[in-house]
């Protein structure tokens, strides 16, 4: 292994593009797995529908462009995507990373960043899908297990290939709030395993699937 290649092999870090609408611990989780070297990945852009998201503050405080992009300051969500798209194309970005994104992006942003974008959901796909409350859902259920799922994001809401999951149990005394710390305990390490998979080029989409290849 030649010095300037990282311990994945990268000649160079994977680009990440994050998009956030909230708290940003996942996005935070990301940023620390970056500085730990535990991932061969640099955030290159940090971006959020959503002015007073938390999150801001965790790229910011480390220099990384940090954009607001918000649907009232564009005239239709058409703009708005786009904007979402040239920012992720302008700062390089290789892998699209939705980390408690609350928007849906559109079909020309899936097209650019097809097969190179993940999304994070606090469930075990398929089971509670389709919006941001999967925690209470499951709770409201009455299911005895949920979990973390990191899937390949596409034009189907919560569905496309699965990349990683793993199971949470749920205890007979849990709350929304203690429920979703366990959740978020397996997300901050779920996410960027799987960004490492795509680092080392070891995930490879086909149909329904995404397949797991060996370490190089
Ligand atoms: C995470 O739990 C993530 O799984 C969830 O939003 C939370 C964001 O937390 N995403 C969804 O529900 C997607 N449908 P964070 O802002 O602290 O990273």
Redesign the pocket.
């Known amino acids: 292994m030649s010095p300037s290649r990282s311990a994945g092999g990268r000649a160079a870090p994977l680009r990440l593009g994050v998009l956030?609408?909230?708290?940003?611990?996942?996005?935070?989780?990301i940023l620390e797995a970056c500085e730990r070297g535990a991932i061969d990945a640099e955030v290159r852009v940090a971006i959020t529908n959503r002015p007073r998201a938390a999150?801001c503050a965790f790229s910011r405080d480390r220099g990384i462009p940090t954009l607001v992009i918000p649907r009232n300051a564009f005239p239709g969500r058409e703009a708005q995507q786009a904007a979402f798209r040239q920012a992720c194309v302008d700062h390089g970005v290789e892998l699209v990373i939705?980390?408690?994104?609350?928007q849906i992006l559109d079909s020309a942003f899936v097209a650019e960043f097809r097969d190179r974008m993940i999304?994070?959901?606090?469930s075990l796909l398929p089971a509670f899908?389709g919006?941001?409350?999967?925690?209470r859902d499951a709770l409201d259920w009455g299911a005895k297990v949920t979990g973390?799922t990191v899937h390949i994001a596409n034009d189907d809401l919560?569905a496309g290939p699965i990349v990683l999951q793993e199971a949470v149990a749920i205890e007979e005394e849990d709350t929304e709030e203690t429920l979703?710390a366990r959740?978020?305990e397996v997300?901050h390490r779920l996410l960027p395993a799987a960004i490492q998979l795509f680092a080392e080029g070891r995930v490879r989409v086909a149909g329904r699937r995404a397949h797991i290849l060996p370490p190089k």
């Open positions: 956030f609408s909230g708290a940003g611990s996942n996005l935070k989780a999150g939705q980390a408690g994104f609350d999304n994070l959901h606090p899908g919006g941001m409350h999967a925690v973390v919560d979703l959740i978020h997300e």
